[in-house]
C-alpha cells in the first residue's frame, strides 16, 4: 500500500472545502495511508513587498523542508510546473509507486512555494493554467490523485 502525505501551508476556513478534503481522504483511505501535515502560513503584511513575499516563502520553505521525506517521491504544485492528462498523470503515478510506497504532495501558501522546496521536489506539477485559491487546489488535488489511483485501478469513476 502507498503512503499519500499532504504538506499544506494556510487551514481551511470555509466547512464546504472541509468537507469535500474529508470525503476525499476518506476515498484515498482505501489506496493507502494518508499523512496530512497541516503547516501555518508565515504573517505578511497586508500589501507585501517583494522582498517580504520572498521571506515568507523562505520560512515557510524551510519548515516544508523540515517535513519532507528523502525515501518520498516529492510532488510540489507550483504554476509553472508539468501538466499531464489524467491518464498520463495516473502513469506517473505508477511508474512511482514502482520505485518507493511514500509520495508526497506539496501545496503552499497563496504566494506559492519557496526555491528551495522547488529545487527540492522530484516533480513540479501544475493541475491547470488557471489560477484557483490555494485551499480550494488542495479539494483539486484530492480529486485528481483519486482519479489518477482510480484510472490504475481500472474502475469506472474516470470516463
Do not use: W
Not at 503515478?93 to 520505485?99: A, H, M, T
Not at 518507493?100 to 516533480?123: M, P, Q, R, W, Y
Request: hydrophobic share 40%; proline share 2%.
Amino acid at each position: 500500500m502507498v503512503t499519500l502525505k499532504f504538506i499544506t501551508i494556510g487551514s481551511l476556513k470555509e466547512d464546504y472545502l472541509k468537507s469535500a478534503v474529508q470525503e476525499y481522504e476518506k476515498r484515498l483511505s482505501g489506496f493507502g495511508k494518508i499523512i496530512n501535515v497541516n503547516l501555518k502560513e508565515a504573517r505578511i503584511s497586508h500589501s507585501p513587498s517583494p522582498s517580504e513575499i520572498k521571506a515568507a516563502l523562505s520560512e515557510e520553505g524551510k519548515v516544508i523542508l523540515e517535513n519532507m521525506s528523502d525515501r518520498a517521491y516529492n510532488i510540489a504544485l507550483c504554476v509553472e510546473g508539468k501538466q499531464f492528462s489524467s491518464e498520463e498523470l495516473a502513469g506517473v503515478l505508477d511508474s512511482v509507486c514502482l520505485r518507493t510506497n511514500e509520495i508526497c504532495f506539496i501545496i503552499g501558501s497563496s504566494h506559492g512555494l519557496s526555491d528551495e522546496v522547488k529545487n527540492s521536489a522530484d516533480l513540479k506539477l501544475s493541475l491547470s493554467k488557471l489560477t484557483f485559491p490555494h485551499q480550494l487546489m488542495r479539494v483539486i488535488l484530492l480529486e485528481t490523485v483519486y482519479r489518477s489511483l482510480n484510472i490504475l485501478k481500472g474502475t469506472k469513476y474516470h470516463k
